[in-house]
């Protein structure tokens, strides 16, 4: 069973990177702002940056072997394809290039140099020179950054298959949740140098730790006071509004609620939705078949055949309204 | 002020090339090479070429395992180190002749009989030209993508194979252009070889050492040899130029011209 156990604490500028993890046969996305230390985290357990503590693999103690001697494939942000070599001279740096080449689809590109592919060849390459190399952990640090859109959409896919078909320990670094949630079998949050929550991407929607756990999540954050009221929490926002949860809450806290929670329509409905704000519409951002629609402090997904009946602009006096049920409270 | 500043670059410009000029107008391109014939002109190319390339040899095998660890290591002392590199380049040539003396003289620190032989010649070219390569080299391996020296090694690479397949190559046209310099420093040089190595026909005299020795006696000869010499120097000056700038590959990781 494939496994890697590490325990690792790396003196940052600001703070420590102090992560203990263990992956089996999965990956994990580690995700954060950005400084929060998560390439550092790749590096130690590459042995590329000097960690205290353990790197174990299958039970193998790497804490003391240098890099080449650790079998990680390490995708790098900008992928670093050695430019004065062909794409197979790259992937045979790191073993047998001819199955790999077939494999990820770029046999046709074997004689081409780096500067010649594009983004998401480039990404391929990066890959298939990893895998060469037969690594026992997967290491990716943002394989999706550098790619544009469109790009990014079709490789998500095909890394998420080949992570699936490989089973073996991945760590996946990545700024995105969207990216975080396809690709990994969990999602850790890393920030200042600590996981502050890892768990299914389902449960960081469900039961987000902090607030800023809730908005990487993609979730509007609503700071209030929030009051124990018969069944229901009513929360007065910072703003004056008051809304109400069924979770329990007393004091200081964040209410979360996920844009494809909330609705809008142009007067105060008289559905079950128990919580309602009005405010400005500030943007409205078409996303695949969706739109996203800015209304004061909350931002909600609505499809695009609601949007064209509201016939929403900017500037628009609008109601955003969400159920209780969906408003989850996080003490502060 | 535009017809100022013209004025002030056409006379330093004019200054500048009409000494090479001069040795190519005085006699005609014929003469010249005729003139090279000259016993002590013949004599003087075969000592120049084989102790310049000898020193370079010298100065390319050592100074490059040298310039990479310059660039790649960070330790206490590496700036006086990078110092003790550059030194030879302000040292006067008369000094760095009576340094290599009391070096290597007989009665030297290292008392050897090293001095007024050929391998003298070597010695004073590898010390005054070595600068140039190895600031240069230095220079190229200080601007390699640390990323791609790190994927090399999670690649599986140790340090010799990351040096020799990923480091060289990708330095190579800085390499190329500091060997070019230093090759250029060295055939020109006179004032440290004159001391330590003295001016020996078919021995120790170089193409430098042989102008000064028949510009009294045959200045034709002398003018053939110094249109020799331009002709190398401006060679590798363009060979200098080709590989800094000229190469438009993409992967070229310096444009090695600090030196």
């Known amino acids: ?332 | 002020m535009r017809l100022l500043f013209g004025a002030a670059a056409a006379v330093a410009l004019t200054f500048l090339a009409l000494p090479v000029l001069a040795i190519f107008l005085r006699v005609s391109p014929t003469t010249l090479v005729h003139e090279l014939n000259d016993p002590v002109a013949r004599d003087a190319l075969v000592v120049s070429l084989r102790t310049s390339a000898l020193a370079q040899a010298l100065v390319v095998a050592l100074g490059t395992p040298t310039a990479y660890l310059l660039a790649t290591r960070r330790f206490r002392g590496r700036n006086i180190l990078l110092t003790v590199v550059e030194l030879p380049l302000v040292l006067p040539p008369a000094v760095a002749g009576i340094g290599l003396l009391a070096a290597f003289g007989r009665t030297g620190l290292l008392s050897t009989s090293v001095p007024f032989t050929q391998l003298a010649v070597v010695l004073a070219i590898a010390f005054v030209s070595a600068p140039f390569f190895v600031r240069t080299a230095v220079a190229s391996f200080e601007a390699l993508d640390p990323t791609l020296i790190a994927a090399a090694r999670t690649l599986g690479a140790g340090p010799w194979r990351v040096f020799v397949r990923i480091a060289l190559p990708l330095a190579a046209s800085g390499l190329g252009a500091g060997l070019a310099l230093s090759f250029a420093r060295g055939l020109g040089e006179f004032g440290a070889t004159i001391m330590f190595a003295g001016s020996l026909q078919r021995v120790t005299q170089t193409l430098s050492l042989a102008i000064y020795a028949e510009f009294a006696r045959n200045f034709d000869v002398a003018l053939a040899m110094g249109a020799l010499l331009v002709a190398f120097s401006f060679f590798l000056l363009l060979v200098v130029k080709w590989l800094s700038f000229g190469w438009t590959s993409p992967f070229r990781s310096v444009p090695s011209s600090s030196a």
């Open chain 1, 1 to 332: 069973m494939a496994e890697l156990r590490l325990d690792v604490a790396v003196p940052l500028r600001a703070f420590e990177l102090r992560v203990a993890l263990e992956i089996g046969a999965e990956t994990v996305a580690v995700a954060g702002p950005s400084g929060a230390g998560k390439s550092t985290l790749l590096r130690a357990v590459a042995g590329l940056t000097p960690a205290r503590g353990h790197v174990r693999v299958n039970g193998e103690d790497w804490s003391e072997l240098a890099p080449e001697q650790r079998s990680v494939g390490f995708v790098f942000q900008d992928y670093a394809l050695f430019p004065h070599l062909n794409v197979r001279r790259n992937v045979a740096f790191g073993g047998d290039p001819e199955g790999m080449l077939e494999r990820l689809g770029i046999a046709q590109l074997a004689e081409a140099h780096p500067r010649e592919l594009s983004g998401g060849e480039r990404q391929r390459v990066a890959l298939a020179r990893a895998l060469a190399r037969k690594p026992q952990v997967l290491l990716l640090d943002e394989p999706l950054a550098a790619l544009d859109p469109h790009t990014r959409d079709t490789v998500r896919v095909e890394l998420r298959a080949i992570l699936r078909e490989l089973r073996l320990p991945a760590i996946v670094v990545t700024h995105d949740f969207v990216d975080a949630a396809a690709l990994a079998d969990r999602v850790g949050v890393l920030v200042d140098g600590v996981l502050v929550q890892i768990g299914r991407a389902d449960e960081l929607i469900a039961a987000p730790v902090s607030p800023f756990v809730a908005r990487f999540a993609g979730g509007n954050v609503l700071r209030g006071h929030a009051r124990r009221a018969n069944t229901l929490t009513s929360v007065e926002l910072d703003d004056r509004n008051v809304i109400v949860s069924i979770d329990d809450a007393q004091g200081e806290v964040a209410a979360v609620v996920y844009p494809w929670d909330v609705t809008l329509s142009r007067a105060l409905p008289s559905d079950s939705a128990q919580n309602h704000v009005q405010g400005t519409v500030t943007s409205v951002v078409p996303v695949a078949n969706r739109m996203r629609v800015t209304v004061g402090a909350v931002t909600a997904e609505i499809t695009a055949e609601s949007a064209q009946r509201l016939q929403i602009r900017e500037g628009d006096l609008l109601v955003a309204s969400w159920k209780a049920s969906a408003t989850r409270l996080v003490a502060l």
